[in-house]
């Protein structure tokens, strides 16, 4: 199986705007990775994806996942996020999107990837 990055980059938050890191148009299966080392206490996170059942559709939530305060520290909490893999089939333009959002805390820098497996 080949691991390819779909994409990457820092993301700078603004505290309740959620932020799409990356929209896909093309068939595959993906994990977003997320690197919490900058949460601090009294952050919260939230890591989304999106998709389209089918073309022409509405875009939904499918995955959730909330980090809250401090990450790190051992075996305690995981210092990178990845969310489960999500598959896709479709080519409308966002059919599936990754979006990362701090709701409380202070602004910080997210590293983040987004890998396809084929």
């Known amino acids: 199986m080949a691991v390819t ?3 990457t980059g820092t993301q700078t938050s603004v505290i309740g705007t959620e ?6 148009a093309v068939a595959g299966t ?5 690197d919490l080392v900058n949460m ?3 952050d919260t996170l939230l890591l989304r994806w999106y998709q ?4 022409g559709g509405t875009r939904r939530t499918v995955y959730f996942q909330n ?3 401090a990450q790190g520290g051992d075996n305690t909490y995981p210092r990178i996020a990845i969310s489960v893999p999500i598959s896709n089939e479709l080519t409308d333009a ?3 999107r990754a979006t990362l959002q701090q709701t409380t805390g202070s602004v910080r ?10």
């Open 5 to 7: 990055a779909q994409g």
């Open 40 to 42: 601090a206490s009294g």
């Open 30 to 34: 993906f994990t977003l990775h997320v």
């Open 67 to 69: 980090y809250i305060d």
């Open 109 to 118: 820098n997210y590293d983040w990837k987004v890998l396809k497996y084929s």
């Open 52 to 55: 389209i059942i089918l073309t």
């Open 19 to 24: 932020h799409t890191l990356l929209d896909i």
């Open 94 to 96: 966002g059919s599936l």
